[in-house]
């Protein structure tokens, strides 16, 4: 069974950082591409960012190009989302995605809320 989970979410005041892992089994790590995406309330759910297999090609969306990075470590089963020069618009529940085939699995979410 395909197992998603996130952690590192939390408060974090304007311009700080957070470090976002997301622990993956049931499956063969390496061999997936990884995204994360988030949602904002109010709001459709939204694709940050993504890596390929080896972690040699990494996507982002524009609002968060140079302060996030995506990386992870197969060795450790694990996909990370650095967050930097975090902004109150980054306030939303962040998902870990792996798409295999047409079947998508999805992590529990964690919640990352920035504000003063």
Do not use: H
Request: net charge positive; proline share 3%; aromatic share 10%.
């Amino acid at each position: 069974q395909v197992r998603l989970v996130e952690s590192g979410g939390g408060l974090v005041q304007p311009g700080g950082s957070l470090r976002l892992s997301c622990a993956g089994s049931g499956f063969t790590f390496s061999n997936y591409a990884m995204s994360w995406y988030r949602q904002a309330p109010g709001k459709e759910r939204e694709m940050v960012a993504s890596i390929t297999l080896s972690g040699g090609i990494t996507n982002y969306v524009d609002s968060v190009k140079g302060r996030f990075t995506i990386s992870r470590d197969n060795a450790q089963n694990t996909v990370y989302l650095q967050m930097n020069s975090l902004k109150p618009e980054d306030t939303a529940v962040y998902y870990c995605r792996v798409r295999r085939g047409l079947v998508e699995s999805w992590g529990q979410g964690t919640q990352v809320t920035v504000s003063s």
